[in-house]
């Protein structure tokens, strides 16, 4: 099982960035997939997720209106895209996939640091 996250760097504020996070070794599309963004010293919080189908999503307050959650089973890939980026917004951010198939599974990419800074 892997979760791969791409798509992370540095970025002026008021700007842009989409996140990447490419799956394999599990069935996508039956996994419910979220992000979520952790700071140093803080505890990991939700940023956005999106049912299986993707027919739902659902945010953090601080993140709606500026970032939109998607993905793409046919490409095993969820996405992040990130607009009127703020410098509260650096951190360290992860996908995670989740689904209870007899029992619950959770998976964990290994994050993808977004700096925002001038």
Same mark, same amino acid.
């Given at each position: ?29 039956? /996994?419910?997939?979220?992000? @979520? ?21 659902? /945010? ?18 969820? @996405? ?12 360290? @951010? /992860? ?11 959770? @998976? ?11």
């Amino acid at each position: 099982v892997q979760l791969v996250e791409s798509g992370g760097g540095l970025v002026q504020p008021g700007g842009s960035l989409r996140l990447s996070c490419a799956a394999s070794g599990f069935t996508f599309s039956s /996994y419910v997939m979220s992000w @979520y963004r952790q700071a140093p010293g803080k505890e990991r919080e939700l940023v956005a997720a999106i049912t299986s189908v993707g027919g739902s999503t659902n /945010y953090a307050d601080s993140m709606k209106g500026r970032f939109t959650i998607s993905r793409d089973n046919a490409k095993n890939t969820v @996405y992040l895209q990130m607009n009127s980026l703020k410098p509260e917004d650096t951190d360290v @951010y /992860y996908c995670k996939a989740r689904a209870y198939v007899g029992k619950m599974y959770v @998976y964990w990419g290994q994050g993808t640091q977004v700096t925002v800074s001038s």
